[in-house]
Structures are given as C-alpha cells and as structure tokens.
C-alpha cells in the first residue's frame, strides 16, 4: 500500500524560508513522478510544483517560480519543497502528491494526473 506523507509545516514570519519534505512508502519511490499542491482557505487546490522521475525535469506555476524549489532524494524515498522569501498570501495547507508512469522525465499540472496523495501540512506566514 502506497503511502504518502508530509511534514515540516509550521508558522513562519513573512521573508522566511521553510523546507518541507514528503516521504512516500510502499513502492520503488523512483518509479513516481511527484508534486506539490497547496490549498488556500475558500479556494480550489492549485498546482505549486512537479519533479519528473528522474529529477531532470521541473515545472512551476509562474507566480512562484524562484522563489519556490521542488528537489528529490531517491536515496531517501523523498521530495521537497524549499519556500524562501515567504508571504503571508503562501499561508495554505500544501499538499504532496505521487504520479506513477513510465515516463522518467514527464511532469503534470493537473491534479487528476495523481494517483496518491498526503494529508496536507500547514504552513502559516504571519505578517
């Protein structure tokens, strides 16, 4: 049975960093493609970052890139999400998500396009 889980949320002052991880269990973990979503209260969960299989591959939604990281250790059966530079308007729950595919370099926005899903980590940014 698959597994995924986040951790590493928390309240943070607005300009702050935070790195959160996602372990996920119960299959070869370089055989998933993975991503992050994030949740902001009275809104639809939206796309934040994707890691292909293989790591080579990387997309953003445009309104974070640069300042948000997503990264991968196979070795560890995790992927991250490095934060910097963050605003009060980051606070949400985030969300991990797993992909199984055979494309080692593919990523995907959509949130359909994934099978396993963590239960979220809050991440608060005070002002």
């Known amino acids: 049975q698959v597994q995924v889980v986040e951790s590493g949320g928390g309240l943070v002052q607005a300009g702050g960093s935070l790195t959160l991880p996602c372990a996920a269990s119960?299959?070869?973990?370089?055989?998933?493609?993975m991503a992050w979503f994030r949740q902001i209260p009275g809104k639809e969960r939206e796309f934040v970052a994707a890691i292909s299989r293989s790591g080579g591959s990387t997309d953003y939604v445009d309104h974070l890139k640069g300042r948000f990281t997503v990264s991968r250790d196979d070795a560890k059966n995790t992927v991250y999400l490095r934060m910097n530079s963050l605003k009060p308007e980051d606070t949400a729950v985030y969300y991990c998500?797993?992909?199984?595919?055979?494309?080692?370099?593919?990523?995907?926005?959509?949130?359909?396009?994934?099978?396993?899903w963590g239960q979220g980590t809050q991440v608060t940014v005070s002002s």
């Open positions: 119960g299959r070869t973990f370089s055989d998933f493609a």
């Open positions: 998500a797993a992909r199984l595919t055979a494309s080692r370099i593919s990523t995907r926005r959509s949130s359909f396009d994934y099978d396993y």
